[in-house]
């Protein structure tokens, strides 16, 4: 990296996060096909009890009315997922679905749940001790081995799970976060690493966090933790903003009425894409240039709006 540039390109993909239950089986099944029609790569569901189907089952079914679509949970929760048991599920949906499995997984975040559900919310730096004792579990079981493990949080006796993924040596793992310890993890483990806005020790989200700035850090944070791996992880970034306008200044200073951020620092923002189709293909361009990015993940919301995007970049 050279003042702030990154200096690797790889093709362009996107991805669909879903949040949506239907409101019925036909008009869901129908919305997934429609993504894998608008040329988009994957479709997503992250791990809350509060947004959207369980991604398990929503992956499965997924994968069986589509052809080349890939399936991801965005991120599983390992607060939620034994290792074991999230081993057992996507090696089954990898076979089922001919190798189109994605797993991404974290350390969690979101307090609210844990309190609604009863599920313990431990301190930050017990979570991601949990989630990097369970990473070996997963690559090991992935893998078809024979697994012994034994630690503070899981330990596991010689067990070999039956479904051994078609993708090898396993699915593509996928660890993002906004904070140094959980990305310096990525880096070593991961082979996608998703960049996002940290979150704060209440369970809430940082939005002053998305700026250029702060995104620059932790693209070298990422950077020196990984060493000689660095130019083989695909770095991804999602994009919860997106305004398709004639008139991104006027867009970014409504968006800066809202948000502890400047309209030039909205503009600027990884998390933001405002403009055209034009200007947003040129911005997501130089944004690969600049930090790496190519692997980028909007909201189902404004998957037709932000379709002539993919069709200008998927692949290049």
């Known amino acids: 990296m050279e003042d702030g540039i990154v200096t690797r390109v790889k093709p362009f993909r996107f991805g669909v996060q879903s949040r949506s239950v239907g409101p019925t089986r036909e008009t869901w099944i129908e919305t997934v096909r429609r ?29 069986m009315v589509t052809e080349r679509l890939k399936v991801c949970g965005f991120v599983f929760d390992n607060d939620f997922r034994h290792p074991v048991v999230l081993a ?20 969690g975040w979101l307090k609210d749940e844990y309190d609604l559900s009863g599920i313990p919310f431990d301190p930050v730096g017990v979570r991601i001790a949990r989630l990097q004792e369970a990473i070996p579990v997963l690559k090991s079981l992935l893998r078809g081995e024979r697994t012994s493990f034994r630690g503070e949080f899981y330990q596991v006796d010689g067990l070999q799970i039956p479904p051994v993924p078609v993708q090898k040596p396993y699915p593509p793992l996928i660890i993002g976060g906004g904070s140094p310890r959980i990305l310096r993890l990525a880096a070593r483990e991961a082979d996608i690493v998703g960049i996002t ?29 990984a060493g000689d791996r660095f130019p083989q992880i695909e770095l991804n970034t999602i994009v919860p903003t997106i305004e398709i306008t004639d008139d991104r200044r006027a867009a970014a200073e409504r968006l800066a009425a809202e948000l502890p951020i400047g309209a030039e620092e909205a503009l600027d923002s990884p998390t933001v894409l405002l403009g055209t189709v034009d200007e947003i293909a040129e911005t997501l361009e130089e944004r690969r240039e600049r930090y790496g990015f190519s692997y980028v993940v909007i909201l189902e919301p404004v998957m037709e709006a932000f379709a002539p995007v993919v069709e200008r970049l998927a692949g290049r």
């Open 88 to 107: 057992m599920s996507i090696g089954s949906i990898d076979i089922l679905s001919g190798g189109r499995v994605e797993l991404g997984i974290g350390a």
């Open 197 to 225: 806005t940290r979150a704060l020790p209440d369970g809430s989200k940082d939005a002053a966090d998305g700026t250029a700035k702060a995104t620059a850090r932790k693209i070298e944070w990422v950077r020196e933790a």
């Open 35 to 63: 993504v894998e029609a608008l040329g988009y790569d994957t479709l997503m569901w992250p791990d809350h009890f509060v947004r959207g189907f369980e991604p398990v089952a929503a992956m499965a079914a997924a994968a």
